[in-house]
């Protein structure tokens, strides 16, 4: 009998345990949903976070989504201001540019590692996927198209066998990927990046890839001036939009 309060604390704290374990695994595959759609432009920068349609969408409660807020607030993909919520954080164009400008280098130097280094196998992937970017072009699915376009990238850096330059590639690219989404709905850009990518492919098959790293680095600075102007303009519009409610 004297252990009997014991046990039942036990317990209890095991069951408090249990369900702050669920929600934690929760919140983080609500973060992984949401880090999603914003890196790929379904939750645009500086869009309002509606606690309630996700709740609905995701059919979970607060205390979740809430949780996974904060990782995204910790990871500077979204802000918090009490009374007003959250907002998807707004880009800064002028760390975009500078980001932009480090990255036409390094592409242009993973072409020029990965036209001696890249091997058979990799070569293969990269055509497998190219068909598959293909297939999602023509059937319009942006979304595919868009992840499958970053795997190419990947399989190229990589290809560049150095791992020094990987991780700094992967660095920046976390910084630019978001932006990138929130570009990908221009479809005029979108047919030029399919056709740009036709021609890194034929850089590739070339012998000796004489051209790939040139081809490479082209197509990073028709990205970055593509989506360095939807940036520019979103934040003109918000601009503009935040002067004409202050004069209501």
């Known amino acids: 009998m004297v252990h009997f309060p014991i046990?039942?604390?036990?317990?209890?704290?095991?069951?408090?345990?249990?369900?702050?374990l669920?929600?934690?695994?929760?919140?983080?595959?609500?973060?992984?949903?949401l880090r999603t759609m914003i890196e790929e432009g379904e939750l645009p920068p500086?869009?309002?976070?509606?606690e309630r349609a996700i709740c609905e969408a995701f059919d979970v409660s607060k205390t979740p989504l809430r949780e996974a807020l904060k990782v995204l607030v910790s990871e500077g993909l979204v802000l918090h201001r009490q009374y007003i919520g959250y907002r998807v954080a707004p880009l800064d164009l002028d760390e975009l540019r500078c980001t932009f400008e480090t990255l036409?280098?390094?592409?242009?130097?993973?072409?020029?590692?990965?036209?001696q280094r890249l091997g058979d196998a990799a070569m293969t992937r990269l055509e497998r996927r190219h068909q598959a970017m293909i297939d999602a072009h023509a059937a319009g699915r942006r979304t595919d198209y868009f992840r499958i376009n970053q795997e190419i990238h990947q399989i190229i850096i990589d290809g560049a066998g150095n791992p020094v330059l990987a991780g700094i590639y992967a660095a920046l690219m976390s910084k630019v990927h978001r932006a990138r989404g929130a570009a990908n709905a221009d479809t005029i850009r979108w047919q030029e990046s399919h056709e740009e990518h036709e021609a890194i492919m034929a850089a590739?098959?070339?012998?000796?890839?004489?051209?790939?790293?040139?081809?490479?680095?082209?197509?990073?600075?028709?990205?970055?001036?593509?989506?360095?102007n939807v940036v520019a303009r979103t934040l003109a519009e918000a601009g503009r939009d935040a002067a004409l409610k202050q004069t209501a």
Do not use: C, F, W, Y
């Open 7 to 20: 046990l039942v604390t036990s317990v209890t704290q095991t069951h408090s345990q249990n369900t702050r």
């Open 22 to 33: 669920r929600t934690l695994g929760m919140s983080a595959e609500i973060a992984v949903r």
């Open 46 to 50: 500086g869009a309002r976070i509606d």
């Open 104 to 115: 036409h280098g390094l592409e242009a130097l993973a072409g020029e590692l990965a036209a």
């Open 204 to 228: 590739l098959r070339e012998p000796g890839r004489p051209r790939l790293a040139q081809v490479l680095r082209q197509h990073s600075e028709n990205t970055a001036k593509e989506v360095l």
